[in-house]
């Protein structure tokens, strides 16, 4: 049993604080920051994430005592150490003297220093050269009293396509595969006079002329993720050993392409994760839900870090906004009542130089006399507020099912369109669901799903055969299962199943096509009489449904489908029920949908701007727009935001939230 | 005199197929494929297209135990076979053991296999080993009674800049110029100090700071296409040598800049082509018109085949619209009307694996008792019943002149602008005649001009002065000719001549320019009496006109050309006309002028969205849109399609077709 | 004290002409070529440019008879000679003996030859090569009478990434920094663990995974600058030492982001400038007008030459849009209006072959009979009758403030927003000012402005603590300041300043920031007296003013910033003034404050369309546009153009200009 956040927060409540990187600031700065942060609340900082370059400025050189002296300080103000270790990007020494150590592209360019994260997972010499610095720091401050976690690295998230991964990846091959007549089968090479006469004519998807094999690229991405995973594992080994009572994590990055972060929820001890949402994005709060739900599922349920965010504005896109006055706020207690246990920030002092200087921070370049740090302050005090929510759950009894491997196949190369992109599928689906306060978990479909009186799948391009068989599971026992278009069509290895789609649903379903029919511009007419008649986008199947007990609910009116099914349910036996998607709704019709079939989630209808949700007893209101909102309380409650009593209804200010229980 | 098609369609007919994959699928599955094809009326199929990876798994082992099994079923079941060398994509131990088979772009970049086409047509191993197969194959099927035809690699299309190329280019150069001396004339190096002291110095258009010399490119351009058709003949010798009776062919690309085809012709014993036209695209049926036209005119108007098309979707587009249920039907019926003796698909039964998984097939994923298969046989019948047409030739009286010299020099570096794209011109020039029922050979500009009435150049950036002469010679023997603009600027060297432009034909138009003057986003204004007033687009000429023989039949109005000369004609003593048009014209006026032109040869007016074109005794009629459109009959006709007879009005449902004959 | 312009312009008044490249031309030609340039009034060319594979075929072989003959028969038509270093572009031996002489970018990609301008700056073997060649020219043509200038290279602007670059890369920044820590320091290399431990580890900003850091990519744009000056340099020294009386210069490209000029202003004995404005783009006037300030500020206030610019389209745009007739003549005069003494062409004959093949010239390919040319004569006789303005001044009382390291800091990685483009916004504060007549210098802030009663820094992200406080002085004197948004933010290294921004302005400007805000793209409402209700784009940032003597003078209403200040203005006791602008205005009211702080400058209103500029006791007036204006006269004068006297009003026709003077 790994140990979790639990002594951490049992001793400081919900955690509070940010990366903290005193090694760009002379130390006589050290102390104003310390006391800052006692003033503003923190609790927990995060050191080192990319201090290699100062802990060992040669090779082989280590100044370590400059972190004492930071541990000690933070440690005497009783805050709580994250420390990193520094692999994230190694010192240009590494690159100078080991050019393999630096990771290359596609068309061969390797990459040099200069900026960041640029170094290949695979190379032995880079691993070498980290377990070191890694040794040492475990050595160092395994019994320190500031130490309370681990962070391996830092976003782990590269690619590399040189001669050590393409060495690997025929390692990783070979052994998923066993012989190279299964991987030729599997990767269909009989297709354009791609079959491999030995292993080593294999090498990861580079410069080709044309598109590339799907399979090959499907594992090149599983075999990335797992090398990733790897170089996490080597590191978390050594810690662990060190100090088997500190829990070890990395920071994720949410629905990031680059890794399979559900492959990777046996070893974090404890799910971390970075949220940037675009305050330029209208459907920013959705995704940021959305996203915090994935971090509590792929924790099962226990409270996750919210690793990094803003305070204001990021630096790395073109144009960023800054944060509305209490947006800070909304979404760090949005991340609570998703299930976090921990608010953290990047970084706890802007910086005056490098690539992120612009980032915002907790102590801006203006100092502590400002909006922004006052908020900063005012928020800590809030948060102590909030200590009752700590370890409590969410109870989610509807499940959305995303899985990277499908998501990574669904949109790899040659497909029928671009345009059903798994990840904004997933987020049209659950928006409907988070609008009606409805608690959703995101799953695999190899989950287990029993505790789900609906099940959705927004789009599962790939999935095995027993996955398949588990979700198909769901209506037989009752449930509600609803599956959109274009799932199911492939195998685990990517390879188009025969026969009408989704083949592994089509009894299920009561439901089955034979042709996918992208859409022109202009969309096609769908009447419903569930959902009205609207126009349904993107794409269409021709369907026919088969069976006395499925009900077509809408109808394609147009489009070369004239009066053929667009979306079907069956009902079965045991009440259960099984519904086919067949086209992109638009949100009012799936809205309708999906609530139908969630009926008995007891939905409870946000104002428009406001998400409800519950967390163990309280329940938080959060209002993240610009105009003040009404909220009916059926009963008298407490905010605990305020330490107000309110009753009848509450009202919420622009970008304001509540957290309410009973008195 | 090299065989035709002739021997096969004296046996089948019109033929019927396309490619068959055998090699994907296990062998159980072959014979249900050879059923469903008789019972769909398949008469040829395509074998072995990206077979090499299969027929030799290791380097010089060969398997073609299971080919011999595949021909003996399909010459078992009456159908005839096109084998290809399988020579368009090596397997991968090739690119691994010999490293300099695989193409490099013009970053440096070499290609890896993982996808198809990674070759490099010169390098002397990689045509040992393609020779090396191609002579296997020759060997063991010379006599084989199924092989009707040979299909010689597939698209030839690579473009390489390795050094082998490089060297390769040096030799053609050295061909064509002969001395440095001359070279550095021709390609202008006095320019940008590009003067060459040895041919060693000289290097494909590769990665370079700014504009790339013209002339370089265009030759580089015009020696791809010639290696790339020596890698075709060094093929075609060794299956000629061992079947002189069977036609060697490989299929082109349509309008495709890669490659001149026209110099190609007498190559290929049968002109094939594979045509993909764009659903979503409004002008797919026009540009697929012309496309056929084209093929049909460089085989000198024999019949040529439809090599591949698509029964539906493709997959490499980003989102990609399938054909409307009928339009398969149109579209062959199109082919066959323009020309063609076969129509066949790529590939009979879909892929389940492969990056063309989702490209639609004959036999798609779901099956036989699909709408798609049942419209594939429908379509096996209604080509039975056209055998009447084969053999027979288009009769056109009209050319437009194209060629490809041209067309790379017109998209060339440095031009005064890229809006007057040589094959948008083309196009646009088509398009009143094919509406107007016109048919229409495509030429180039130094073919045999005299069977034509009209003979109109939409754009002919580059054309030697020997050319030049043969085209100005239409007006002086009665016939009409009308030059668009941007025309005859350059001499085959793509030098620009000196003198008032068009310079070879200023004085058989009257007319002459002195500046070329693309246009602003808003355009300009002309007046007309022919065509009446318009606005004109992107292009303008500073024209002058000369004798009492020339007609000013267009004026600016704007743009800095008021009261000056837009579009002229002369007319010459016998009867001939010589028009000029300095602009681009929109559609209207185009037409007019065309029509105009074209009056001797009795247009026959489609109605809208219906193409009317005659073959031998048949006048096909395609609806090629979504409504129902009535085509009135002089007299009494049978159509083909449906065998029924038909007088008064022909009635065509949305996206069908009839073909017509004297009952 | 080194020559400038003029005993030339003694010679022949104002200068005229252009490129002269008769190595593309039979010797034939070159005889009509000198005879049209005398009845054209060509007084100056430009010859050898692009010569080296002329002068030198073959390594070490020169031949330079050819040149001989030209020069002698310029200067036997009365022709004065710039003569050009060849050096600009190597013949392609020199890149195939010696590959290291190209250029390489940031992804490793070596340069070909086969255009232009693909060598290193750096490669001692070029340097040889190079030097070599301006020494054969210096010694053969030192006496020699055609010679009046020399133009060393041509636009010199290459970026390189190459190890011969990265080694004095490294020099360069020894020079700069001293020792490594203080580099580590200055470019915040604590950061992303960027620590240099040994100088060979720095290499330039080549391919990385993600963000540059930003000093590293400002020092090497700085370093690329000072490299290309000192490749100018050693072939400046050698003609100087030949000829100590013939000024040398090279031409320069007005705002190149690859070169500050600035730095380059005590090198050139004369400033030279290409200019190419967009015919398309409406503000091109405005543009040129900056742009020809620019260069007379560089050079101190002395006549400087427009060394390129086309007489009609040219050909490197995707779509070139022609000159309307006239705006030759108005493009030439701006430039003497501005303060130039030259007025020169890129070329003189249209090249037959070659990448600008299409680029006009003042010889077009149609001959001497054509519009075009007609116009070219007509101008020299115009430039001949303005005699009177050689060496003349123009009085600039207002200054821009621009520097090219805060440009490139401003467009560098990680900034709040790239909408602040500082040219853009340089443009945007110089239009108003022009508009009203009232003539500008364009400044560093480091040079002398106490000759200025405004000067207005539109936006100067970077600033050094010494030019901070120059342009600091400027209200304490008496002066108006007018201050830019995200101005002064970064010190000379290009680190952010702690505190309250402007940092090192906030006292004088007694008003200061504490957030930046790009704005979403409504914008926010922003109320002022002076300058009326707008709404303001991009960007915001929350101010606060500080002391009695400030007066808000716009403020926000909306954005997150509502009542705050959004422009301020304090008012110094000497009477000076120091207004800031924390947002971009939009055009009307930036007018309304910068007239209003230049309002003791006696602005001249200009028509709409027409520019009214004075240089010595000339005024110009410059008609822009397609339509005709008229200028209200004070007093009657005589225009210079026309030779004739006008009174009350002057008229001016589309493209037309008048140079006006007492009688």
């Given at each position: 049993?790994?140990?979790?956040?639990?002594?951490?927060?049992?001793?400081?409540?919900?955690?509070?604080?940010?990366?903290?990187?005193?090694?760009?600031?002379?130390?006589?700065?050290?102390?104003?920051?310390?006391?800052?942060?006692?003033?503003?609340?923190?609790?927990?900082?995060?050191?080192?994430?990319?201090?290699?370059?100062?802990?060992?400025?040669?090779?082989?050189?280590?100044?370590?005592?400059?972190?004492?002296?930071?541990?000690?300080?933070?440690?005497?103000?009783?805050?709580?150490?994250?420390?990193?270790?520094?692999?994230?990007?190694?010192?240009?020494?590494?690159?100078?003297?080991?050019?393999?150590?630096?990771?290359?592209?596609?068309?061969?360019v390797r990459m040099s220093p200069g900026s960041r994260n640029h170094f290949c997972?695979?190379?032995?010499?880079?691993?070498?050269?980290?377990?070191?610095?890694?040794?040492?720091?475990?050595?160092?401050?395994?019994?320190?009293?500031?130490?309370?976690?681990?962070?391996?690295?830092?976003?782990?998230?590269?690619?590399?396509?040189?001669?050590?991964?393409?060495?690997?990846?025929?390692?990783?091959?070979?052994?998923?595969?066993?012989?190279?007549?299964?991987?030729?089968?599997?990767?269909?090479?009989?297709?354009?006079?791609?079959?491999?006469?030995?292993?080593?004519?294999?090498?990861?998807?580079?410069?080709?002329?044309?598109l590339h094999n799907p399979a090959q690229d499907l594992d090149f991405r599983r075999?990335?993720?797992?090398?990733?995973?790897?170089?996490?594992?080597?590191?978390?080994?050594?810690?662990?050993?060190?100090?088997?009572?500190?829990?070890?994590?990395?920071?994720?990055?949410?629905?990031?392409?680059?890794?399979?972060?559900?492959?990777?929820?046996?070893?974090?001890?404890?799910?971390?994760?970075?949220?940037?949402?675009?305050?330029?994005?209208?459907?920013?709060?959705?995704?940021?839900?959305?996203?915090?739900?994935?971090?509590?599922?792929?924790?099962?349920?226990?409270?996750?870090?919210?690793?990094?965010?803003?305070?204001?504005?990021?630096?790395?896109?073109?144009?960023?906004?800054?944060?509305?006055?209490?947006?800070?706020?909304?979404?760090?207690?949005?991340?609570?009542?998703?299930?976090?246990?921990?608010?953290?920030?990047?970084?706890?002092?802007?910086?005056?130089?490098?690539?992120?200087?612009?980032?915002?921070?907790?102590?801006?370049?203006?100092?502590?006399?400002?909006?922004?740090?006052?908020?900063i302050r005012a928020q800590g005090a809030v948060l102590r507020r909030l200590r009752?929510?700590?370890?409590?759950?969410?109870?989610?009894?509807?499940?959305?099912?995303?899985?990277?491997?499908?998501?990574?196949?669904?949109?790899?190369?040659?497909?029928?369109?671009?345009?059903?992109?798994?990840?904004?599928?997933?987020?049209?689906?659950?928006?409907?669901?988070?609008?009606?306060?409805?608690?959703?978990?995101?799953?695999?479909?190899?989950?287990?799903?029993?505790?789900?009186?609906?099940?959705?799948?927004?789009?599962?391009?790939?999935?095995?055969?027993?996955?398949?068989?588990?979700?198909?599971?769901?209506?037989?026992?009752?449930?509600?299962?609803?599956?959109?278009?274009?799932?199911?069509?492939?195998?685990?290895?990517?390879?188009?199943?025969?026969?009408?789609?989704?083949?592994?649903?089509?009894?299920?379903?009561?439901?089955?096509?034979?042709?996918?029919?992208?859409?022109?511009?202009?969309?096609?007419?769908?009447?419903?009489?569930?959902?009205?008649?609207?126009?349904?986008?993107?794409?269409?199947?021709?369907?026919?449904?088969?069976?006395?007990?499925?009900?077509?609910?809408?109808?394609?009116?147009?489009?070369?489908?004239?009066?053929?099914?667009?979306?079907?349910?069956?009902?079965?036996?045991?009440?259960?029920?099984?519904?086919?998607?067949?086209?992109?709704?638009?949100?009012?019709?799936?809205?309708?949908?999906?609530?139908?079939?969630?009926?008995?989630?007891?939905?409870?209808?946000?104002?428009?701007?406001?998400?409800?949700?519950?967390?163990?007893?309280?329940?938080?209101?959060?209002?993240?727009?610009?105009?003040?909102?009404?909220?009916?309380?059926?009963?008298?409650?407490?905010?605990?935001?305020?330490?107000?009593?309110?009753?009848?209804?509450?009202?919420?200010?622009?970008?304001?939230?509540?957290?309410?229980?009973?008195?």
């Amino acid at each position: 049993m790994r140990p979790g956040l639990g002594a951490l927060t049992a001793r400081h409540g919900l955690l509070y604080g940010g990366d903290y990187n005193p090694e760009q600031w002379p130390e006589a700065v050290w102390a104003e920051d310390v006391a800052l942060m006692r003033e503003a609340g923190v609790t927990l900082v995060t050191v080192g994430v990319f201090a290699w370059g100062t802990l060992e400025p040669e090779p082989g050189r280590f100044e370590l005592a400059w972190l004492d002296r930071v541990l000690d300080l933070v440690a005497g103000a009783g805050i709580a150490v994250d420390l990193a270790t520094p692999t994230a990007s190694a010192p240009p020494w590494l690159a100078h003297d080991h050019p393999e150590t630096s990771s290359v592209d596609a068309s061969g360019v390797r990459m040099s220093p200069g900026s960041r994260n640029h170094f290949c997972p695979t190379s032995p010499v880079f691993r070498e050269h980290a377990l070191r610095v890694v040794r040492v720091l475990a050595d160092r401050y395994a019994g320190h009293p500031a130490l309370a976690m681990w962070h391996v690295g830092n976003e782990l998230g590269q690619r590399c396509c040189c001669d050590l991964c393409a060495a690997a990846f025929r390692g990783w091959l070979r052994a998923r595969y066993g012989t190279l007549d299964e991987l030729n089968r599997a990767w269909g090479t009989a297709f354009w006079s791609q079959h491999y006469a030995r292993w080593a004519e294999i090498v990861p998807p580079r410069a080709v002329p044309y598109l590339h094999n799907p399979a090959q690229d499907l594992d090149f991405r599983r075999f990335t993720s797992d090398q990733l995973r790897d170089l996490y594992r080597v590191q978390a080994e050594v810690l662990r050993a060190a100090t088997p009572d500190v829990p070890v994590t990395t920071n994720f990055m949410g629905f990031f392409r680059g890794v399979d972060y559900r492959s990777w929820r046996d070893d974090v001890d404890v799910v971390a994760d970075d949220w940037y949402g675009d305050p330029a994005d209208p459907r920013s709060p959705a995704r940021a839900a959305l996203t915090h739900d994935l971090m509590r599922s792929l924790g099962g349920g226990r409270p996750w870090v919210l690793m990094e965010q803003a305070t204001g504005a990021v630096n790395w896109r073109p144009h960023n906004l800054p944060k509305p006055a209490g947006a800070m706020l909304v979404d760090s207690l949005r991340a609570v009542a998703h299930g976090a246990d921990a608010v953290c920030y990047f970084q706890w002092r802007a910086s005056a130089a490098g690539a992120e200087r612009f980032h915002s921070a907790m102590l801006p370049h203006a100092g502590a006399d400002t909006d922004l740090h006052r908020a900063i302050r005012a928020q800590g005090a809030v948060l102590r507020r909030l200590r009752r929510v700590v370890g409590t759950r969410v109870d989610a009894r509807a499940a959305l099912v995303f899985d990277w491997s499908s998501w990574w196949a669904g949109e790899g190369p040659g497909l029928p369109s671009d345009r059903l992109r798994p990840v904004e599928q997933l987020l049209a689906w659950y928006e409907p669901l988070w609008r009606a306060g409805i608690a959703v978990d995101v799953v695999h479909p190899g989950d287990d799903l029993d505790g789900y009186d609906l099940v959705a799948v927004p789009g599962l391009y790939l999935v095995s055969d027993a996955d398949a068989a588990n979700v198909a599971r769901v209506p037989e026992r009752g449930g509600a299962l609803v599956v959109g278009p274009f799932s199911a069509v492939a195998d685990e290895e990517g390879r188009v199943r025969g026969g009408r789609f989704p083949t592994p649903w089509a009894a299920t379903l009561g439901a089955s096509g034979e042709e996918h029919r992208p859409l022109p511009d202009a969309g096609v007419r769908v009447d419903s009489g569930l959902m009205g008649a609207f126009t349904a986008a993107d794409w269409s199947e021709a369907l026919r449904v088969e069976g006395d007990d499925v009900e077509v609910l809408a109808t394609y009116r147009g489009a070369g489908l004239e009066g053929r099914p667009a979306v079907t349910r069956r009902v079965h036996p045991g009440g259960g029920s099984a519904s086919y998607v067949s086209t992109v709704l638009p949100a009012d019709a799936l809205a309708r949908l999906l609530l139908d079939a969630a009926a008995g989630l007891d939905p409870v209808p946000c104002p428009d701007g406001v998400e409800l949700a519950r967390r163990g007893d309280v329940l938080f209101a959060l209002n993240h727009g610009p105009g003040t909102r009404t909220v009916p309380l059926a009963a008298p409650a407490v905010d605990l935001v305020t330490g107000r009593e309110v009753a009848g209804a509450l009202v919420l200010g622009a970008w304001s939230a509540a957290a309410l229980v009973a008195p």
